[in-house]
Structures are given as C-alpha cells and as structure tokens.
C-alpha cells in the first residue's frame, strides 16, 4: 500500500503560479509512475500530466503543455506539479495518484491522494 498526501492548492489570480506537492508514504521502495490529475464541478476526472518513475518520460494534457511542469524527487517520495499562466479553466480538485503500471486512465492507478483544490480567479 502506499499513502499519497497533496498539498499547495490555493486561491490565485489569473496569470498567477502554483506549486504542487505530493508526498508518498508506505511501500515506497517500489517503482511507481506517478500522474496528476483533476476534477472541476460537473466535470470528469482528467489526467493533466505523468511522470514515470525513473523521471525519463512525462506527459502532459494539450490544455496544459507549456504551462505546467512535473518532477519528482525520489530520494524524499516528494512529485511535484508547478503551474505557471494558471488560468480560471484550470480550477479545480487537483489529485496526486500512483502505480507500478500508471499509464494515462484513472483505471491505470490503484493509489491516490484526497486531493487539493485550486481556484483560479479571473
């Protein structure tokens, strides 16, 4: 099992930035590819970036590219999104989730955090 802890959403105007951070806790010597997702009012869950868990490889969402970065630090279980030009679509219940496999559904990982909101005002 692994416990996933996420923490840095806030209130931020528009064009303003954000650090994410999400702490795992748990079965940490395994490997795990880790993504961020979020989830606004109404809306379905979406994958907004992944990183792998080598930090080889990322992925972003096209509403993000450009604007976001993902990064991990192995050494202190710590995955981090920094969001830079946030914009008001980008608000939202951001969540931290992660496994061994953790491609680019929701069905692709099995741990995730509780989540943290960012509200974007315009």
């Known amino acids: 099992q692994v416990q996933l802890v996420e923490s840095g959403g806030d209130v931020v105007q528009a064009g303003g930035s954000l650090r994410l951070s999400c702490a795992a806790s748990?079965?940490?010597?395994?490997?795990?590819?880790t993504g961020w997702f979020r989830q606004a009012p109404g809306k379905e869950r979406e994958i907004v970036a992944r990183?792998?868990?080598?930090?080889?490889?990322?992925y972003y969402a096209d509403s993000v590219k450009g604007r976001f970065t993902i990064s991990r630090d192995n050494s202190k279980n710590m995955v981090y999104l920094d969001m830079n030009s946030l914009k008001p679509e980008d608000t939202a219940v951001y969540y931290c989730?992660?496994?061994?496999?953790?491609?680019?559904?929701?069905?692709?990982?099995?741990?995730w955090g509780q989540g943290t909101q960012v509200t974007v005002s315009s």
């Open positions: 989730a992660a496994d061994p496999r953790g491609g680019l559904g929701r069905d692709d990982f099995s741990f």
């Open positions: 990183i792998n868990s080598a930090a080889s490889s990322t």
């Open positions: 748990g079965r940490t010597n395994r490997s795990y590819n």
